[in-house]
């Protein structure tokens, strides 16, 4: 593990909404081609997280302290986000796509999908023709890439649109991938196909993904290492079998009885 | 416990009419209930699940087909029956804070059924406290507001206002999909402790097959609109002969089994395309379909005891399935 490089450093990051803190001295990295968990409750800080390394804070919410640096480069400066200028994309995270939770909701309702994904690729400065985008859709297990670059988003579901989502995500060509709970608005089989696919990714392309949910036994199953949050605090950081079985803080191993109960037949 | 069902579903089928022609939410779905039973309903959204639900509660109609509830026929209530079925039969809703009105105080929201059955107020009061005991919340919750609840205790609220006026039936639509893993297995402690107390039968709607393994006797396997298969949970759970089981079985994650060194393939890829009646609608997404499989509808036929499957391959299941999953596992493992 020593010679690994780390894509993503964030280290002792503090943000609070007003007077409160949120988020309390995080700190963990990610290296490249793997794929980072980060899972707790409601309200333990892990989406704040993500958002603080996306630079897009909710609003209220500041950083008070820690640094974030992405390939190397610092993310944070002073307390605030480092952003090129207004509307336009910041060099330093090139790099970094994202993926959200409601993939319909992310999508503009009064326009095609194709029309959608070329003016995204316009304004990231990108040109990228109509085989491009369709060859992509078709890597991701879309049967007739041609019909839904024509239909609007009501017209998918909801794993369609999140494999749309993933599409868009991989024309940005990243080395990290951030998703919040990526899969969680799915039924399960669109979960797993959703799920096999960013796990292809990092296997096949070397790419880099951090993975927030709050589903415990989907980090156990996809993910290479995982970090525990508890009321905005990292409780534990290690391979999902070590966190989760091997040694357990109380907290996770609380996390994980109670999952276990409803999957006790499975777990066997 | 008797052994003649409560709820029977016979041959009922439902289509919604859409601009593109007409979408079977329910095609000609039999199954029954045995009293003071868990059955568990399975399928992904548009499978037709929660419509069965609302059947069953007599909140949608339907084309064709009967049920029956207890000695109720619920196309057929008279007004006299009607309150005697409402009684019985009662729901419990994914969504706590949705379902409760925050305008309301516990005790009100509690207290509503037995209002509407002409109770006296010091009867009403002693059946809200008994009620709240039974769903293990202190008296005091009787003054609070659902915005004052956390998630796990909204939704005990819920089962409490379900099981106030002494059901027998309780149709329970996803009721943890709302909330965090930390709070889900005590609802679905007091879900079964209540079982077995009061004998409720329960229809338990969820799209995660290996979530309600451990809570149901029975499940039905949906996909859209028809029972695909329909077993003991043992049956189903462990012995799985329909290709959607297997797929439903094998999508949801599961804790202990790590990732590294075994690449795990969806068995269902792609997307359903609205099918013709008379084909199996998993066709176009199946990875062992045949010929057959699309220009037949397969029977619903027993396989073993009261386990049954609509499968044309069902004779080759699980083998064949097994053998194109671990093919597709093996390419997937390649190294690029």
Not at chain 1, 12 to 36: H, K, N, T, W, Y
């Amino acid at each position: 593990m020593s010679s690994r490089t780390n894509l993503l450093e964030v280290e002792g990051l503090d943000i609070a909404f007003g007077a409160r803190p949120v988020v309390r001295d995080v700190s963990f990295d990610v290296g490249e081609q793997e794929f980072l968990g980060i899972v707790g409750g409601s309200g333990s800080g892990k989406s704040t997280t993500l958002r603080a390394v996306l630079g897009h804070l909710p609003r209220g919410a500041r950083m008070t302290g820690g640094a974030v640096r992405f390939l190397g480069a610092d993310l944070v400066r002073d307390g605030v986000p480092v952003r090129a200028g207004k509307g336009g994309p910041d060099p330093r995270r090139l790099g970094m796509s994202v993926i959200v939770q409601d993939p319909v909701g992310a999508l503009n309702p009064l326009r095609t999908i194709g029309n959608q994904i070329q003016t995204l690729m316009k304004s990231s400065g990108r040109q990228v023709t109509e085989d491009r985008i369709a060859d992509t859709l078709s890597d991701l297990f879309i049967n007739n890439p041609r019909r839904v670059l024509k239909a609007y988003p009501h017209e998918l579901s909801g794993g369609m649109a999140q494999r749309v989502l993933v599409a868009v995500a991989l024309l940005m060509e990243p080395k990290l991938l951030l998703a919040d709970e990526p899969t969680s608005a799915l039924d399960v089989t669109a979960q797993a196909q959703i799920v096999e696919l960013l796990r292809r990714l990092v296997s096949e392309q070397g790419l880099s993904v951090v993975m927030v949910t709050h589903d415990l036994a989907l980090v156990s199953e996809t993910c290479d290492r995982v970090v525990v949050m508890r009321e905005g605090e990292v409780v534990d950081v290690g391979t999902p079998r070590a966190a989760f079985y091997d040694d357990p803080r109380p907290y996770t191993r609380a996390l994980v009885d109670a999952t276990s109960f409803t999957r006790q037949e499975t777990a066997g | 416990m008797t052994t003649d069902p409560i709820i029977r579903v016979d041959h009922v089928s439902k289509a919604f009419r859409t601009r593109s022609g007409d979408v079977q939410a329910l095609d000609d779905v039999t199954l029954s209930v045995r009293r003071g039973t868990t059955l568990a309903v399975v399928g992904e959204s548009g499978s037709g699940k929660t419509t069965l639900g609302r059947c069953l509660l007599g909140l949608s109609s339907w084309d064709s087909g009967t049920i029956s509830i207890g000695e109720h026929d619920v196309a057929k209530l008279s007004k006299a029956s009607r309150g005697d079925f409402r009684r019985k039969v009662q729901m419990v809703f994914q969504d706590p804070f949705a379902s409760l009105n925050p305008r309301m105080r516990v005790g009100q929201v509690l207290e509503e059924p037995l209002l509407l059955r002409g109770r006296e107020r010091g009867a009403r009061r002693e059946e809200v406290l008994r009620c709240l005991e039974h769903v293990q919340l202190d008296p005091s919750y009787v003054s609070r507001y659902p915005g004052e609840l956390s998630g796990g205790q909204a939704q005990r609220i819920g089962i409490a206002r379900a099981i106030i006026g002494q059901p027998e039936v309780v149709v329970l639509d996803e009721p943890t999909a709302a909330l965090d893993a930390e709070v889900r297995r005590g609802i679905y402690q007091l879900l079964q402790r209540l079982q077995a107390e009061l004998g409720l039968t329960y229809v338990l709607i969820s799209h995660d097959l290996a979530s309600v393994a451990a809570t149901s006797d029975a499940i039905a396997v949906m996909h859209r609109g028809r029972i695909v298969e329909y077993g003991t949970t043992e049956d189903v759970f462990e012995r799985p002969r329909h290709p959607y089981s297997v797929a439903l079985i094998s999508a949801s994650p599961r804790l202990g089994v790590e990732f590294v060194g075994r690449e795990r393939v969806a068995v269902l890829r792609g997307e359903d395309v609205l099918a013709r009646a008379d084909q199996c609608h998993l066709s176009s997404r199946c990875p062992v379909a045949l010929e057959v499989c699309r220009s037949g509808r397969p029977a619903f036929e027993a396989v073993d005891g009261a386990h049954a499957c609509a499968c044309w391959r069902v004779a080759e299941m699980p083998g064949v399935l097994d053998a194109a999953i671990s093919e597709r596992a093996l390419d997937a493992g390649q190294p690029a």
